[in-house]
């Protein structure tokens, strides 16, 4: 009983340290999964359908984990996985996770041409609802899904208005320029007698 207990808890840690290396140009998930079978223990169990169409462009992996290869393969996509023993279990993600697996929080700090810090500057993501204003000290922090193609608005009264498509950044600052020309005049030409 002692040696069958002590060769499965030697085996299950074998496995979670296998090595693989690929690779691959504008392969699918299907192709990466055959391949980590064949160079590992590990079998993969998935509804065909919800991987055939998740495709990677290139793939370069050499005597990585396959933890750390799957971990890397599903970090953008809204496919979840598990590992029991020797089996990896491929989900489509449900929902909800999807969307929280895409959030993000972005920080910055809104200074006028000159570097003063803007309170109270809304900071806002185009076509939502979704807004902020920055703080005393210019200083703000939004929180968003990433939907792709998201553009962040940053506005102050007086000053244009600039807009910033979000590229994955976790922190933008901004410089925003006045709108207004201010007149000088010299009141003493004014007052003439």
Same mark, same amino acid.
């Given at each position: 009983?002692?040696?069958?207990?002590?060769?499965?808890? /030697?085996?299950?840690?074998?496995?979670?340290?296998?090595?693989? +290396?690929?690779?691959?140009?504008? +392969?699918?998930?299907?192709?990466?999964?055959?391949?980590? /079978?064949?160079? !590992?223990?590990?079998?993969?169990?998935?509804?065909?359908?919800?991987?055939?169409?998740?495709?990677?462009?290139?793939?370069?992996?050499?005597? $990585?984990?396959?933890?750390?290869?799957?971990?890397?393969?599903?970090?953008?996509?809204?496919?979840?996985?598990?590992?029991?023993?020797?089996?990896?279990?491929?989900?489509?993600?449900?929902?909800?996770?999807?969307?929280?697996?895409?959030?993000?929080?972005?920080?910055?700090? @809104?200074?006028?041409?000159?570097?003063?810090?803007? #309170?109270?500057? #809304?900071?806002?993501?185009?076509?939502? +609802?979704?807004?902020?204003? !920055?703080?005393?000290?210019?200083?703000?922090?939004?929180?968003?899904?990433? !939907?792709?193609?998201?553009? @962040?608005?940053?506005?102050?009264?007086?000053?244009?208005? $600039?807009?910033?498509?979000?590229?994955?950044? $976790?922190? @933008?600052?901004? @410089?925003?320029? #006045? +709108?207004?020309?201010?007149?000088?005049?010299?009141?003493?030409?004014?007052?003439?007698?």
């Amino acid at each position: 009983m002692f040696l069958g207990i002590s060769l499965f808890f /030697s085996n299950n840690v074998y496995s979670q340290n296998q090595k693989v +290396s690929l690779n691959l140009k504008d +392969s699918n998930l299907y192709e990466i999964f055959k391949l980590i /079978s064949n160079q !590992t223990d590990y079998k993969f169990i998935y509804n065909k359908s919800i991987v055939e169409n998740e495709r990677i462009i290139d793939l370069k992996i050499e005597n $990585k984990s396959v933890k750390v290869v799957l971990k890397y393969l599903f970090d953008k996509r809204i496919l979840e996985y598990k590992i029991k023993d020797n089996l990896i279990v491929i989900n489509k993600m449900s929902e909800q996770k999807s969307l929280q697996k895409n959030i993000v929080i972005i920080k910055g700090v @809104i200074k006028d041409d000159e570097g003063f810090r803007l #309170p109270g500057a #809304p900071v806002s993501i185009e076509g939502t +609802s979704i807004k902020t204003l !920055t703080n005393i000290d210019g200083e703000y922090s939004l929180k968003f899904v990433n !939907t792709g193609n998201i553009k @962040i608005i940053f506005s102050y009264a007086g000053f244009y208005s $600039k807009i910033v498509n979000y590229k994955g950044q $976790k922190n @933008i600052d901004v @410089i925003l320029f #006045p +709108s207004i020309q201010i007149l000088e005049w010299d009141s003493s030409s004014y007052f003439q007698k």
